[in-house]
């Protein structure tokens, strides 16, 4: 074993969006954080989006799945077993480098949809609770919007004004307001003006592989350096095997192996789990000994359970004038709320949020995977010739439900680079989402149509959208099912917090990160306010 590190006041795993907030606001608060991360710090040059083979690229080393992208930090994820494929990102800044940066808000009914609708779970907080964590988020990683939409609550300006929601942006919005269905511009984490010495969008289309340019919010860019700048460290190359405990039960640290090869302890008086809620997941299920043969604080037994993955449809419509939709960002130049809630008439629970977005360049128009068959030849420079720049994406993301048979665990039959079986995701799409996402393919053509749309293609259930996996390590009052209390730290080892998307009770149908922040943010500033109870 090599040389130990020193001792730390607080040890965080994962240096994505909560991990990076957590070493931010303790380094600002004087206590010591230490944080470790599996793979690097990615300069912007390497980001392939201003480089002419991007498409090229954004389908192999640059994938947001794991198992294609095959790079030096990812492990494997068994997801035969699932209806939905995940994307995630082993990095400095996880998975915000590749995300689309679309920035929501839960609504307020997300947190009780079993009062409300007799389905899923109530969360142990609201959303006045989570709030003012909103606020001081969104100003730290740099949110462009507009305030007033009348499907919120009331809330102040946004950090910053909205992205400009291009020609297409606006065919649909005037579709909207005729067929009198809510729309409102893209709140999204990407600068639409220079913001704490990023610089604004340059509407590339191209964020989904990192940012060159510095405008998206991603955690590596936007959070990062002032967390270090405030005194956090940052090891990477640092993969966690285990998370350690000493005879009286609490959190003392964390076996790793470092850049090199050589394993090492990394101690600490408080460990903060922010890997990913298939990491968190994982780690904990590899962490067993003799008092937790089960895996590591899962008394409970719901470690991994309770899977939720946002299955999605998306809808393309085609017109017949040049809109330039190749470019604009890869964000939501326009989103509506018009069917994210329960109504009586529908045969469904809860709803779905839509998010119009650019549709990309050739390749992109080339390979989509549309339910039509794949066309070759003419056919091929056929839907290529329509699709550039004249057209259109829908994406309808549907509030995915708890179920206790959707869960993570470890194969034994797999075995990863510490002899511990790989993670493998059992996940089916519900009748209840299948329902939804149906009657929502069936109005975004009604939407499409009134914008003028000739024609309207779709992917339905499509598989390779796992940007959002939650829930597998879920937030509740009672420890008997549950893995952390309201404050985000284990029932069953109280210096043990977890403050990813695993601790998601419902999913609600919006993006998570704005949430995963709030509620990483709220949990630490407990951890500070209240060291003597960790």
Known sequence: MGGDLSQTEVLVIGAGLSGAIACQRLARAGIGVTCLEQGEWNPRESYPGDKPDFELQALGPWNANPNIRRGKADYPILDDTSDIKPLL??????????FSAHWMRFLPSDFFTYTLDGVGTD?????????PYYLQTEADIGVSGLAGDPAYPDRPEYPMPPLPIQPWGEKVAEAHDRLGWHWWPGSNA???RLHQGRRPCVQRSTCRAGCNEGAKGQADQSIWPSAIAAGAK??????VARILTN?????EGALFVDE???TRKACADIVVLAAHAIGTARLLLKSVDAAWPDGLANSSGVVG???????MNRMVGFFDEPMSSWQGHWGQSIYSMEFAETRAEHDFARGAKWNLSPTGGPLNAALYPLDDPQPFGVDLHDRVDKWLGRSALWGMVAEDLPDSHNFLTLDSAHSDVDGDGLPRLHYETSENSKRMLSFMAKRARESFGAAGAYEVAEQTLAAEIGWHPLGTCRMGNDPRNSVVDKWNRCHDIPNLLIVDGSSFVTSSCVNPAATISAIAARAVDRLIHCRSEY
């Open 190 to 192: 990407i600068n639409s």
């Open 123 to 131: 969360w142990p907080i609201d959303y006045h609770e989570l709030e």
């Open 247 to 251: 005879p009286q039960g609490r959190a």
């Open 305 to 311: 359970k309770n899977l939720m993955m946002h299955p």
């Open 260 to 262: 090199f090869g050589v």
């Open 234 to 239: 940052l090891v990477t190359g640092a993969r």
């Open 89 to 98: 990102f082993n990095g400095v800044g996880g998975s915000t480098v590749m």
